[in-house]
């Protein structure tokens, strides 16, 4: 008769953004090209049976399935000299900084990391890709299987429920993405859209950049220092995206060209409402779309009231990206629900894991005596084979003798698992 | 024997015009339930409700077709003669309007406002279905059925321009108001319903010149000359350059926003007074008195 294998414990050490500083961070990284070998050093570390990495620029978290042998306390200890050997990082630098999750809370966690409400960014959508990659790694590697393999797919499946379910990632929430959400709103697609930055400034060329990943293929810069506007066109060319200068006193001939304007030089009204009315004609009235981060404004209030202007400055957009942000904290509570039902589910089916499993086990087991039984007094009968009817007849009697031999064990077992489990 | 022929005709009519009654209430229903769909779809952002709204649309357009189909052969015509057939056929292409701009644009936005106004046109000839029969023996040829379908097709463009031109001014409005919370995420971009918007008109036009086209031929040859003094004559012509005129301006003044639905909107009440001229008219009657 096989032996039921013990599950394991759950084994959840890390540190993120919350709880160790930047230089903390950057020494314990592992970068993906030694992900691998980093993966399978820890899965042969004593007493860990399963293993996976998660390494991301906020966070680090080693995620085992650790022999119920192990002694609390040297399992820990066993992770951090895993650090120490291996990342060369003393233990007792690390250990200020570490969390440590064991079983449910190791679930929890692990739902909540993979569902992006552990982030720095609560709904960034970053780290479900993170999370997947660093499960391939492992499993490459062989260091996960039955007990971190379907956890991680609970995971995921955790973090699409979340996902689908919540608005917890459908809005931005900081100023360049705001901006980018905005000409969305205006432009649908942004390819082929034209972007001219006036002046210069680092979020000005935040949002230009996020402009480009939304497909925005023409970079325009205009800038009173011709060099300086030069050198931010060649800093954003790239193949696919054409850049060129305009010359700052030749600003309102050819702003026209630009469907999304994004100015910062803080002179003060660099576009007043005559320009604005002059751009449009050009235009033939075609929408364009201020973006004003200068302080001083650059661009006239009262061109936002010009039919096809669309003004938003500094105020406006971080009052989008606060009202977005308080839509991402509502829905953050609703996945936090979730994840909590999850988990509850989660750990009742690990709960009677074992009782399935000790019935399968019982039951093939007296299925092999039955079949073994049954060859014999076949090889016995040889000389006198037994007709169709007599081997059924000795079929049914054999199995019913080994449910009913059976029946108080596995009536035991399953009254440990709901009537849900029975059905599955 | 003759008379025997004759009995089975009118029973087999009979059959296919209850037949096409159930097919159009199946059809009015299915709207309904994409009508009701299409608001959590949209305005929520359900995706749940997109999985039965465009289902339900579909399959209303399909019941709606064959029950169209089904009363035009019973009747052994081509082409709708009544009120009531007019509009059910004018709310199969608007439903076929939404599911085309679904498909293209992504978005059931448009089905807010189209499936409603779908629902009505159908429902009262699913319900109450008329009884006129055609006087002209000539309507049962494909040149007319050309002109109602293209005319019909003009007015459902220029009904779906009009939706356009609406959503992209509460689009607008609300950009302007810097309004942008989640809540309305529903509303396509300003670029997709100003496109949508004319492109609905550069479709309707052709549509229109030749359905004006083919009916006055067609009035020529039957009634003759006097056909071009009728108020309903003159009153198409009238839309036909209202219509030709608010593409020019669109097109040369790239007008957008609030101007653009006011000139939409002259427009749809010049046609919804050419289709009310039939009662004003005295040759563009197909109906036996």
Known sequence: MSQIKQPGSLLLLGVNHTTAPIDVRERLA???????????????????????????????????????????????????????????????????????????????????????????????????????????????????????DPLLQRAFSVAKRVRTETHIGSSSVSIASVAAELARKIFGSLAGKTVLIVGAGKMSDLAARHLIQQGATTLLVSNRTEARAEKIADSLRTPAITTGVIPFEQLHEQSHRADIVITSTGAGQVFTTEHARALLHRRRNRPVFFIDIAVPRDVAPEINKLEGCFVYDMDDLQQVAAQNQAVRSREAEAAETIVTKE???YTDRLSRAPAIAAIKVLQLSAETIRQQELARTAARLAAQPLTPEQQAAIESLTKSLTAKLLHSQLAALRAEITPVDREE | MQ???????????????????????????????????????????????????????????????????????????????????????????LA???????????????????????????????????????AYPFIRTGWLLLHVALLLAAYAALFLSLIASLLYLIQERRLKQKLTTQKRSWLPPLETTDQIALKALLFGLPCMTAGLLIGSVVALQTIGPTFFADPKVLLSLAMWIAYMLMIFIRQHSGLRGRRAVYLSSFVFLVVLAVWSANALSAVHRFRAP
């Open chain 1, 30 to 148: 592992i970068p993906i090209s030694r992900l691998a070998d980093a993966t399978r050093t820890l899965a042969h570390q004593p007493g860990v049976r399963e293993a996976m990495i998660l390494s991301t620029c906020n966070r680090v978290e080693l995620l085992t399935v650790q022999d119920d042998a192990q002694p609390v306390a040297t399992t820990t200890l066993g992770l951090l000299n895993f650090l120490h050997d291996y990342l060369s990082l003393p233990a007792a630098e690390v250990r200020p900084h570490v969390y440590e999750f064991r079983e449910r809370e190791a679930i929890r966690h692990l739902f909540r990391v993979a569902s992006s409400l552990d982030s720095m960014v609560v709904g960034e959508p970053q780290i479900l890709g993170q999370v997947k990659e660093s499960w391939n790694v492992a499993r490459e590697v062989g260091a996960v299987s039955s007990m971190l």
């Open chain 2, 96 to 134: 076929t309007a939404f599911l085309v701009l679904t498909a293209r644009y992504k978005t059931v936005s448009f089905g807010i406002f189209l499936l409603p106004v779908v629902v009505l046109m159908t429902i009262v000839p699913a319900f109450r279905p008329g009884h006129e029969t055609i």
């Open chain 2, 3 to 93: 008379n025997d022929i004759l009995d089975i005709r009118v029973f087999l009519a009979a059959k296919y015009i209850a037949m096409s009654l159930l097919w159009l209430r199946v059809a009015v229903v299915l709207y309904g339930i994409a009508a009701f769909a299409v608001l959590p779809a949209a305005l929520y952002n359900r995706p749940r409700w997109r999985h039965v709204a465009l289902p339900a649309a579909l399959a209303g357009a399909f019941f709606h077709f064959v029950s169209i189909t089904e009363t035009l052969y019973a009747a052994h015509r081509a082409l709708p003669v009544d009120t009531h057939e007019t509009l059910s056929m004018l709310g199969l292409l």
């Open chain 1, 343 to 345: 988990v509850a589910r």
